[in-house]
């Protein structure tokens, strides 16, 4: 069955799933005063040992400026600390504080539900071949930047 107009873009559609996830997970959050933005940088900088902001932002799907952004946010919120790379001066490590990572961790389970809710309708095979069929799609589209 063909699709006509924007139901037929992948990208359309993508983006407007992706957006009413989004809110569904800003409403679930909202209690905790971060957003789904920034829950997902801190995600990414709670697990793991520090990253430079530049891969926390590549992580998260972010841009430089984005990045940044977030991060004040974050560090003013004191879930995480900037830190300067003793070798590389113009390199800074971003790394979640002990209040950062047990924020992640209360709503870590908020995140997971609010995924299986959506995704309730596919079944597990289903699910996992819209995940290859996107990363597949995200792979050839970085290609394309060249």
Not at 73 to 86: C, S, T, Y
Not at 110 to 132: K, P
Request: charged share 30%; net charge neutral.
């Amino acid at each position: 069955m063909a699709r006509e107009g924007l139901e037929g873009s992948l990208g359309f559609t993508t983006g407007l799933v992706y957006r009413r996830m989004s809110n569904r997970l800003m409403q679930r959050l909202r209690p905790y005063d971060i957003t789904p933005e920034q829950w997902s940088v801190l995600y990414y900088a709670s697990h793991s040992e520090g990253l430079i902001q530049r891969e926390l932002g590549e992580r998260a799907g972010k841009d430089k400026p984005t990045t940044t952004r977030i991060v004040d946010h974050l560090v003013r919120k004191g879930w995480i600390l900037r830190r300067p790379d003793h070798i590389d001066r113009r390199a800074i490590y971003i790394e979640a504080t002990a209040e950062g990572r047990r924020l992640i961790a209360e709503t870590t389970p908020i995140e997971a539900a609010v995924l299986a809710e959506a995704t309730s309708c596919l079944t597990a095979e289903e699910h996992e071949t819209l995940l290859d069929l996107l990363h597949r799609v995200g792979k050839h589209v970085d290609q394309l930047k060249g």
